[in-house]
């Protein structure tokens, strides 16, 4: 078993924000290299509105392609009630439902305000969990809103105690633009813990979502280990972004996360040399290169 569990988001928040959009078969290809690399949860497709979300419009071609492998879990990331019966359809294996506790992001995000999208997350977990699907809430904005400015990390508390509350098994923090720094995720750890437990104690598995905008997303996530959160997210390449957020670039490259914690003696399940090549093959695909470091200089020693 790794130590630490990489999410592998690259096929749905990596692409999503690309202004190329690949072919099924080419997002078929990258999940198909990214389990043949370890990779064990993937989060593979969003069943948003394809007016909203282009990239994403074939979401159920994806999905009756994937491979189907033990021990892989897809996931699919969802709004409401008809995102969650398009990703049982479609054969997700968990759901992760979004949050914004930002109200101005949120309306952008979802047209709804922050308390009317957590009440419409409970009812989701609610019927994900009674159709046998693993569900996360991922509070999006944690770390600030491109629109508001700080956010209060009371109210980020607050809405992941509601978050437990309202059944989710798994509590993701994002910092969706790429703002935070490692005392926000020393501060949010503790503040959570303490509404929430600890895994270990029966409470909800506590994971990070991070951005590598301002150059701070590798320190945050070295940090959220060191605080002893086990799970992180990560895109093949370090592509990624919001449609919905200015300037919200960058996702933290699985392949450089992989390098840095494996450096540290951590294991994660993902191996580098196969993972590697998949850089290039992103960079072809979307005609430019990806941002990912360690593609470019190779493992060491």
């Given at each position: 078993m790794p130590d630490i569990t990489i999410v592998e988001?690259?096929?749905r928040d990596g692409l999503q924000n690309e202004s190329t959009i690949?072919?099924?078969?080419?997002?078929?290809?990258?999940i198909t290299r990214l389990v043949d690399a370890g990779a064990r949860r993937i989060e593979a497709v969003s069943f948003a509105h394809p007016r909203l979300v282009p990239t994403m419009a074939d979401a159920e071609a994806v999905m009756e392609r994937v491979p189907r492998r033990d021990g892989v879990?897809?996931?699919?990331?969802?709004?409401?009630?008809?995102?969650?019966?398009?990703?049982?359809?479609?054969?997700?294996?968990?759901?992760?439902?979004?949050?914004?506790?930002?109200?101005?992001?949120?309306?952008?995000?979802?047209?709804?305000?922050?308390?009317?999208?957590?009440r419409m997350a409970g009812d989701v977990v609610d019927a994900a969990r009674s159709r046998g699907l693993f569900t996360t809430i991922t509070l999006a904005t944690a770390f600030g809103c491109p629109f508001e400015g700080e956010i209060d990390p009371a109210?980020?508390?607050?809405?992941?105690?509601?978050?437990?509350?309202?059944?989710?098994?798994?509590?993701?923090?994002?910092?969706?633009?790429?703002?935070?720094?490692?005392?926000?995720?020393?501060?949010?750890?503790?503040?959570?813990r303490d509404l929430v437990g600890a895994p270990d104690g029966g409470g909800p598995a506590l994971r990070f979502h991070f951005h590598n905008t301002r150059n701070t997303g590798f320190a945050n996530a070295s940090t959220a280990v060191a605080e002893g959160v086990d799970v992180l997210d990560a895109s093949a390449g370090g592509i990624g972004g919001c449609p919905?957020?200015?300037?919200?670039?960058g996702n933290i490259a699985t392949d450089d996360l992989v390098y840095m914690l494996e450096?540290?003696?951590?294991?994660?399940?993902?191996?580098?040399?196969?993972?590697?090549?998949?850089?290039d093959f992103l960079g072809e695909?979307?005609?430019?290169?990806?941002?990912?470091?360690?593609?470019r200089a190779g493992t060491f020693p």
């Open positions: 988001v690259s096929p690949l072919s099924t078969d080419a997002k078929v290809e990258l879990s897809y996931a699919g990331l969802i709004l409401n009630r008809r995102g969650l019966d398009r990703a049982v359809a479609a054969g997700v294996d968990e759901v992760n439902v979004v949050v914004c506790v930002s109200d101005t992001f949120s309306g952008r995000n979802q047209n709804v305000t922050a308390d009317e999208a957590m109210r980020v508390a607050d809405f992941a105690r509601r978050s437990v509350d309202a059944g989710a098994q798994e509590l993701c923090l994002a910092d969706t633009v790429g703002v935070g720094a490692p005392n926000q995720v020393q501060d949010l750890t503790a503040r959570t919905f957020a200015p300037k919200a670039t450096r540290m003696g951590r294991r994660t399940g993902i191996d580098l040399p196969a993972l590697l090549p998949t850089a695909q979307l005609g430019r290169r990806v941002p990912a470091l360690l593609p």
